[in-house]
């Protein structure tokens, strides 16, 4: 780096943001002197659709003698003055977790740069890989903005994009994001180091839409939905928090079944009523699948792999070797109606 960029702060926290951390510290060796990273909770287990809280972040600072901080809030007073003591120049912000506030964005003297994991102004918000892929999208990618004080709103400062495959789920489409991210911030900095100006393009805001954080909750298949649908929400809910439903039988209490892969079934053939959806459709002689699925259209939905309550992944016919099905099975809430 030059002398006009001398000091580097990172912020963030898990998955898509370890790849950019490690890059940062390869590419400016010396010239990364702290992390803030969330607060470790859960003994490090995975929380949220990208985070891994705090562990792998801190293994690499303390590996190259980084200093951590891990405040609640980073826009408290005292923060803010932990912080100025690094004097940066800049702060590269990545899946961090906290909105930033503006007495925060104007401690570095260059400012901060934030690395999403989107093609802005599409998918704002702290879940844009799930959204990307619930919402069927060709292509996604990553945006590094000028951060301001509105949540993903800054100018752009790079943009690339890269396809959503066919079998992706946010855990392998996120990956590929990060190493993308790591590779673009670095090159931005070198660009910005060595003196370029560098085009910040405004967002169009009207075209902005939302990606808002994903609860545990949001994981309950509506097998209402199309199976188009039902098959994309599967795999945005990967790792996190897992698309899941419960097989009800009679006589029996209901069963917790992850899904793990589900693909879209044919359409019934002329003369077979629609069903309610969630039932197990067991009467439609074309269908060869062991666990096809009366969605709320007349096509199908196939699961082909699920994780049962307490057992491991599996395929359905691996299911039901051991797990035969009466009569009245059908998949729902865990409280029918």
């Known amino acids: 780096m030059t002398d006009g960029l001398q000091r580097v702060v990172m912020m963030g926290t898990g998955r898509f943001a370890v790849p950019i951390f490690a890059a940062l510290l390869r590419a400016f060796p010396g010239q990364v002197v702290g992390l803030v990273t969330q607060p470790s909770r859960d003994g490090g287990q995975p929380r949220g659709t990208s985070r891994l809280v705090g562990h792998p972040m801190i293994e690499l600072a303390r590996e190259h003698k980084v200093?951590?901080?891990q405040p609640?809030?980073?826009?408290t007073p005292s923060?803010?003055?932990?912080?100025?003591?690094w004097q940066p120049d800049v702060l590269v912000v990545?899946?961090?977790?906290?909105?930033?506030?503006?007495?925060?964005?104007?401690?570095?003297?260059?400012?901060?740069?934030?690395?999403?994991?989107?093609?802005?102004?599409?998918?704002?918000?702290?879940?844009?890989?799930?959204h990307a892929i619930l919402q069927g999208d060709s292509h996604t990618g990553v945006t590094l903005i000028r951060m301001t004080a509105q949540l993903d709103a800054g100018d752009i400062l790079a943009q690339q994009a890269i396809p959503?495959?066919?079998?992706?789920?946010?855990?392998?489409?996120e990956a590929r994001l990060a190493e993308l991210g790591a590779e673009m911030t670095?090159?931005?900095?070198r660009r910005w180091a060595a003196g370029e100006t560098l085009l910040?393009?405004?967002q169009d805001a009207t075209q902005a839409t939302r990606a808002p954080k994903i609860p545990k909750s949001f994981g309950l298949i509506d097998w209402s939905q199309p199976p188009e649908y039902l098959e994309r929400f599967v795999r945005a809910m990967q790792p996190w928090p897992t698309a899941y439903t419960f097989l009800h039988q009679h006589g029996r209490p209901p069963q917790r079944w992850i899904i793990t892969r589900l693909q879209v079934g044919p359409e019934l053939p002329e003369g077979f009523p629609l069903l309610p959806p969630g039932t197990l459709r067991r009467d439609v002689p074309s269908v060869e699948s062991p666990l096809a699925v009366q969605t709320g259209t007349r096509r199908l939905a196939l699961i082909t792999e699920l994780q049962p309550a307490g057992k491991r992944r599996m395929t359905a016919a691996e299911f039901l070797r051991g797990h035969p099905l009466d009569a009245s099975a059908r998949l729902g809430p865990e409280q029918q109606m």
């Not at 609640?72 to 826009?75: A, C, F, H, L, V």
């Open 94 to 130: 990545a899946a961090y977790g906290q909105i930033l506030k503006p007495e925060v964005l104007a401690i570095p003297r260059w400012g901060a740069i934030n690395v999403h994991a989107s093609l802005l102004p599409r998918h704002r918000g702290a879940a844009p890989v799930a």
């Open 200 to 202: 910040a393009v405004p």
């Open 79 to 85: 923060a803010c003055a932990q912080l100025q003591q």
């Open 67 to 69: 200093p951590v901080f």
């Open 72 to 75: 609640e809030s980073i826009n």
């Open 186 to 189: 670095v090159e931005l900095l």
């Open 164 to 173: 959503i495959e066919p079998e992706d789920t946010t855990g392998s489409l």
